[in-house]
């Protein structure tokens, strides 16, 4: 299991048993946040729960559950999308509830993120936003990412790639 500690947010493994509640929105006993989990939350448990047992809560770089500190309570969730690539990279997904969105929470969990994985080796990480979605891409370019010059082509359409080389990032 995964804890990664910022100033206000704890990024925590997203377990099985907490998947399987955002699937099916079983909010009792969970403190999550009113409008939590967002689309993509259960987007990300869906594909843990077809994971099935092959779903590895012991990684270090896997899915997280973004909490708020001062409460412990879910607002979202950051996470790799697969292991390290032989080359080192990584591509990093994320979301917050609406609720909790505009308060710098993306960025300071993101910045987690980016320390957790360059401690464990990781090279490139790699982030797709929809080239609407302006305020994950303020997201990025705090964190220093570099956008790619050329949109690429996905199942979803046109994205834009964004790049941060953990080599020249310093401590």
Known sequence: MTTIRTPRLLLETLTSDEAAAVRAGDRAGRAWVADYPTDGDAVVAGVIGEAGEHYD????????????????????????LWAPSP?????????????????????????????????????????????DNRASQRVLEHCDFERDPEPQVTDEGPMLRWTLDLTQVED
């Open 87 to 131: 080359e080192g990279e990584v591509e990093v997904g994320y979301g917050l509830a609406e609720s909790v969105q505009g308060q710098g929470l993306a960025t300071e969990a993101l910045r987690g993120v980016i320390a957790h994985a360059r401690d464990r080796g990781v090279r490139t990480i790699m982030a797709l936003t929809d080239p």
């Open 57 to 80: 809560e012991r990684t270090d770089l896997g899915v997280l559950q973004v909490r708020l500190r001062s409460s412990r309570i879910a607002v979202g969730g950051i996470g790799f």
